[in-house]
């Protein structure tokens, strides 16, 4: 995910969801969309790797990419040791006893 936050940085942002919504679709993206504002970011960093105090304490102050492994069966009861998706990890709580993590996938409802 370093790539895509260096990407952002470099060329001043991308555009915010509703005005580019992900197509599930291949193709060709639009790099000349229009004039819609920009969602930009001065920097990023790392969370050291299964560190889940460290994860909670950065979750505390902002939302976070975390990268899973989405690519199997495994994905469904949270196992897996490759990562290819991203998806925004957005706030984290504790009900009868389970403690969770409140995920945002960009796949959608669907």
Same mark, same amino acid.
């Given at each position: 995910?370093?790539?895509?936050?260096?990407?952002?940085?470099?060329?001043?942002?991308?555009?915010?969801?509703?005005?580019?919504?992900?197509?599930?679709?291949?193709?060709?993206?639009?790099?000349?969309?229009?004039?819609?504002?920009?969602?930009?970011?001065?920097?990023?960093?790392?969370?050291?790797?299964?560190?889940?105090?460290?994860?909670?304490?950065?979750? /505390?102050?902002?939302?976070?990419?975390?990268?899973?492994?989405?690519?199997?069966?495994?994905?469904?009861?949270?196992?897996?040791?490759?990562?290819?998706?991203?998806? /925004?990890?957005?706030?984290?709580?504790?009900?009868?006893?389970?403690?969770?993590?409140?995920?945002?996938?960009?796949?959608?409802?669907?």
């Amino acid at each position: 995910m370093d790539y895509a936050f260096e990407y952002i940085v470099k060329n001043g942002g991308l555009r915010k969801e509703e005005d580019y919504p992900y197509s599930m679709e291949e193709g060709t993206c639009e790099t000349q969309k229009d004039d819609s504002e920009m969602v930009t970011i001065s920097g990023h960093q790392d969370v050291p790797r299964n560190d889940e105090t460290s994860l909670l304490k950065a979750l /505390a102050h902002q939302p976070l990419s975390v990268a899973i492994d989405a690519s199997s069966r495994e994905f469904q009861f949270y196992k897996g040791v490759n990562l290819d998706h991203g998806v /925004a990890a957005v706030g984290y709580g504790s009900s009868k006893g389970s403690d969770y993590i409140i995920v945002k996938n960009s796949w959608g409802p669907k």
